[in-house]
């Protein structure tokens, strides 16, 4: 059979939840401490390709995290296919890698995907972040017809 296809999912597999514990690890003071022990754990899972270790982010933050997964994980399919990485198992993470065609190319794409996830996430979040307090810290003509309206609906 062909195995590229799996060698491809198996590397994507793992890369949402990597990504985002490397994130929560490089770039620790955007991250609560509850979102950074969710990293750690989240870091284990991927380690052993279970990809609902992102689940938890992607729920409490859909918009920036789901996009920055899904970049991380095509990096990583992407990089798998064209390294030829075949896998002869029906499951992804490095926990695979004793029954993986082409190891190092796994590797690096696993690498790629992880880093990629954790740039994007981490800029993003950085940048919007910065965008918010921008925001809160020049109120718009609206903002008091709004406390006005939420205060006589009271």
Known sequence: GNYMVM?????????????LGLATFIYRKIW???ERDAGIAAAAMGMIGITEGAIPF??????????C????????AVVAMLGHVGDHAPHGGPIVL??????????IAIL???IVTAIAINALKVMTRHG?????AEPTSASPARATAA????
């Open 7 to 19: 060698g491809a999912v198996a590397a994507a597999i793992c890369t949402p939840p990597l990504g």
């Open 98 to 107: 004793p029954v993986v065609d082409n190891k190092i190319m796994y590797v």
């Open 112 to 114: 790629a995907g992880t």
């Open 69 to 76: 997964i899904m970049l991380g994980s095509a990096t990583a």
């Open 151 to 154: 205060t006589a609906s009271v």
């Open 58 to 67: 992607a729920a409490s933050d859909p918009l920036r995290v789901i996009p």
């Open 132 to 136: 918010a307090k921008q925001d809160e």
């Open 32 to 34: 609560s401490e509850e």
